[in-house]
């Protein structure tokens, strides 16, 4: 069974840092581009960043640049999110996704992606 399972969300401070991990189960993630999303209640499902299969290529969404980082650990099938800075307008279930390289997509969009975890809980707040 072919799987992708977040872990690492939580409460956290404004201005405290959280690492996610997207672990992937039942296939390698070796030739995938993986990518993070997140929706607030009531908002749509947004893309906050991806990597490419390789992990010489990533991509950040304007709101999380500076802060979050995205990295891979093939050995591991795992995909991480580092997010420093946390900020109130951070909260949101945080998913990653995973789809093949294909030629002009923008992987911004969750109808590129072709698997998807079950999310994790981010919320800061005081």
């Known amino acids: 069974q072919l799987q992708l399972v977040e872990s690492g969300g939580g409460l956290v401070q404004p201005g405290g840092s959280l690492r996610l991990s997207c672990a992937a189960s039942?296939?390698?993630?070796?030739?995938?581009?993986i990518g993070w999303f997140r929706q607030a209640p009531g908002k749509e499902r947004e893309g906050v960043s991806y990597?490419?299969?390789?992990?010489?290529?990533?991509n950040y969404a304007d709101s999380v640049k500076g802060r979050f980082t995205i990295s891979r650990d093939n050995a591991k099938n795992t995909v991480y999110l580092q997010m420093n800075s946390l900020k109130p307008e951070d909260t949101a279930v945080y998913y990653c996704?995973?789809?093949?390289?294909?030629?002009?997509?923008?992987?911004?969009?969750?109808?590129?992606?072709?698997?998807w975890g079950q999310g994790t809980q981010v919320t800061v707040s005081s």
């Open positions: 996704a995973a789809t093949p390289p294909r030629w002009g997509w923008t992987y911004y969009r969750p109808g590129e992606y072709d698997l």
């Open positions: 039942g296939f390698t993630l070796d030739y995938y581009v």
């Open positions: 990597i490419s299969s390789s992990g010489d290529s990533t």
